[in-house]
């Protein structure tokens, strides 16, 4: 069974960063096409980012974070990584880590079938 771990989140300024990672349990999570969603109160879950583990490791962003936001694995480490600059208060949520066996990395959320318990991300103006 594999479990996803989150871990990096916390309180940030505006325009600062911070680094988010995802632990999973095994190694099998280099056959993973993994992804970042976020989830503010109230709101439906939100894409962030993919990144599959075939077609050259191709990576995703969503509008929102584009050119902001970094997602990246180390599959030696079984580990997933969102490095997020200029963090805006409309970032605010807790963000989950999700997997998919699917060849590439799907922008929904119910194309998923492994989430993390999620990290608290507060972005202060």
């Known amino acids: 069974q594999v479990q996803l771990v989150e871990s990096g989140g916390g309180l940030v300024q505006a325009g600062g960063s911070l680094r988010l990672s995802c632990a999973a349990s095994?190694?099998?999570?280099?056959?993973?096409?993994m992804a970042w969603f976020r989830q503010a109160p109230g709101k439906e879950r939100e894409f962030v980012a993919a990144?599959?583990?075939?077609?050259?490791?191709?990576?995703s962003t969503a509008d929102s974070v584009k050119g902001r936001f970094t997602i990246s694995r180390d599959n030696a480490k079984n580990t997933l990584y969102l490095q997020m600059n200029k963090l805006r208060p409309e970032d605010t949520a807790v963000y989950f880590c999700?997997?998919?066996?699917?060849?590439?990395?799907?922008?929904?959320?119910?194309?998923?079938?492994?989430w993390g318990q999620g990290t608290q991300v507060t972005v202060s103006s």
């Open positions: 999700a997997g998919t066996r699917r060849v590439i990395a799907p922008t929904t959320p119910g194309e998923y079938d492994l």
């Open positions: 095994e190694r099998t999570f280099s056959r993973y096409n």
């Open positions: 990144i599959s583990w075939r077609i050259g490791g191709m990576t």
